[in-house]
């Protein structure tokens, strides 16, 4: 696996932004679907111990920059980047780099709870057994569950479904599977949109938890969220102009910051919600 | 007697009830799908009772031993089915190891996005029409292109290997191999369109997830799609094993006929529905009760086989779906 060497060597190379370690330096200069530009000129640097959120309209294309970030995009016949994303330095979309090593290193948890229809043991191991780890495979999962909150939930049913769990439960299930083999960041792709509110306060309080560990990028359309969980906010807006439809990077600051007092004339509509 | 609302109803209002013509017209809509339901159980019923009327003098004269009896002779009036229902199961059995890998692997191969969908959708077709030829040209096919093709290896593999009981025998002609060849074929399309909509239903989200895992398209296919996908994968397999215990104009043509029991793949045999076929034009009084016993049998094997693997399918998709085990 000559390609997943290039990200594995434990580089400390990571670029220094004002004293800050920047894990993910991401800059986007043009993203297309097929014909179709979805993101342009979005800088957005993400910070090691820190949660980043992507904020902004429907459309304006936060979560397809997000998906930039492990090339989950990748997927998605017609995708063409143009840009950089840098991971430790090193740009994730480089030629010779294999978009699954990459995804082993940025781990992801998704907008719908999707776990696999295998036992809740099962679906915690399932990244640890992609890994080929062999050792101590029940105290990594045990360890994965109690990182995502869900151990004392679960510790007497580990054989039961995934899928018996309630929605709220099944998230923080995909959290601890994206956790068990210990990624450096964890993206987030709105991941408590299909959440009751307590459910979503769980995992926010978990993913205050997590940043201890991992680095964060969180894709959410509730504002207040944002201001509770992120240390970092970057609003993302839509540009219509010429029929197009093509999401950027407005305004990109500290979460206080930039909900008191936003530079950017859309970012200050946005925040006192004259459009969503 | 219905409540009317009209008094409570503001008189500048749209809405009105449904008129009586409606309600007659829902009404008569309801009563024929409930007719046309019970006329299909009606009539396998009756078909059944048929059978199982016209078999039971049969069934007296021979009872058990027509099930284990190995000969068949109308001139003594001796009459056994074991060789046809041991070549009935070992001819599906085959043709759904054969069929049910290629199957399989077509639809995954067609679903996980190795084509464009332009491509996709041609091999898709290409595969459905193999449904779509006649019974009785597979087994024409099968006698002129699919045993010379094959014979000249098959006889050599029982000239080195014939110690092994599959090749205890030389391919002389029409046989088990090229029954269940050709059959395997046909029960091909069947398994792969039920297989390629079972694992084309598997939500993209399990996809993603394992994607997002760092999964490769490998390791995603084996260790998420296929057993999410387990259950109509293996409602296909048995779909297409109940063709292949049917299926007859083929396997009249190209399995030999012969009463034998043998393991061996090379060797002539014979199927119940190929027996039927063969024997119903010159069968008489007699003879036709026996005939129907025999196709009351095969119809006991294919009521078997599904009712298994619903009940197979059942408890594996109940364990997957969650709430306990």
């Known amino acids: 696996m000559a390609t997943a060497n290039v990200l594995n060597c434990e580089s400390t190379a990571t670029i220094e932004s004002n004293g800050k370690n920047i894990v993910i330096d991401c800059k986007i200069k043009n993203l297309y679907y097929g014909k179709f530009r979805a993101v342009r000129d979005s800088h957005i640097p993400v910070e090691q111990g820190q949660i980043t959120a992507f904020i902004g309209p429907s459309g304006c294309g936060k979560s397809t920059a997000l998906r930039c970030l492990n090339r989950m995009n990748d997927l998605v016949r017609g995708f063409r980047f143009e840009g950089h994303v840098h991971f430790r330095g090193k740009d994730i979309y480089h030629r010779n780099v294999d978009p699954v090593a990459v995804r082993r290193y940025i781990g992801m948890v998704f907008q719908q709870p999707n776990p696999f229809a295998m036992s809740i043991y099962n679906n915690v191991a399932f990244g640890l057994r992609l890994n080929r780890v062999k050792d101590d495979i029940p105290e990594r999962v045990e360890n994965a569950l109690r990182g995502a909150a869900l151990w004392d939930e679960v510790k007497d049913k580990l054989k039961n479904s995934g899928l018996s769990l309630s929605g709220g439960q099944q998230q923080r299930l995909c959290i601890a599977r994206a956790i068990a083999t210990e990624p450096s960041v964890l993206l987030m792709d709105e991941p408590c949109s299909a959440l009751d509110p307590i459910a979503t306060r769980r995992i926010e309080e978990l993913m205050t938890e997590l940043k201890e560990k991992y680095t964060i990028a969180v894709v959410t359309h509730n504002l207040q969220q944002a201001q509770r969980v992120a240390d970092k906010t970057a609003f993302m807006y839509v540009d219509t102009t010429e029929g197009a439809r093509t999401g950027y990077l407005v305004e990109y600051e500290d979460t206080n910051q930039l909900f008191a007092d936003p530079k950017e004339e859309y970012t200050k509509q946005y925040i006192r919600g004259e459009f969503s | ?325």
Do not use: C
């Open chain 2, 1 to 325: 007697m219905a409540i009317t609302l009209e008094g409570d109803v503001p008189t500048d209002s749209v809405a009105s009830p449904p008129s009586s013509l409606d309600v007659a017209g829902d009404r008569t809509f309801r009563g024929m799908t409930y007719m046309f339901s019970w006329m299909t159980i009606f009539l396998v019923l009756y078909i059944l009772y048929e059978i199982a009327g016209k078999a039971a003098p049969a069934v007296k004269e021979y009872g058990v031993g027509f099930i284990t009896g190995t000969t068949w002779d109308a001139n003594r009036g001796e009459f056994g089915v074991f060789p046809e229902i041991w070549g009935t199961l070992y001819s599906a059995i085959l043709a759904l190891m054969i069929g049910g890998f290629f199957g399989v692997s077509i639809a995954i191969f067609l679903t996980q996005d190795f084509l464009s969908p332009k491509l996709e959708l041609v091999f898709k077709n290409i595969v459905e029409l193999l449904a779509a030829i006649p019974s009785v040209v597979y087994g024409l096919w099968g006698i002129y292109v699919v045993i010379p093709a094959i014979r000249p290896t098959a006889n050599w593999i029982h000239e080195h290997l014939g110690w092994i009981p599959f090749f205890e025998t030389s391919l002389s002609g029409p046989g088990m191999l090229p029954a269940a060849m050709v059959l395997s074929i046909m029960v091909l399309p069947t398994i792969s369109a039920v297989s390629r909509d079972a694992i084309s239903s598997v939500p993209h989200k399990l996809k993603e997830a394992a994607f997002g895992l760092g999964a490769t398209r490998w390791e995603a296919i084996v260790g998420v799609i296929i057993p999410t996908s387990a259950t109509g994968i293996f409602g296909a397999l048995v779909l297409g094993f109940g063709r292949a215990l049917g299926e007859t104009m083929a396997l009249a043509m190209l399995v030999g006929n012969s009463n034998q029991v043998s393991l061996s793949l090379f060797s002539p045999a014979n199927t119940l529905a190929a027996l039927l076929a063969n024997n119903f034009p010159e069968a008489g009084k007699q003879e036709e009760g026996v005939l129907m016993y025999a196709a009351l049998i095969l119809m006991a094997i294919t009521l078997l086989v599904n009712l298994l693997g619903t009940a197979i399918m059942n408890r594996a998709s109940r364990r997957l779906s969650g709430v306990a085990r």
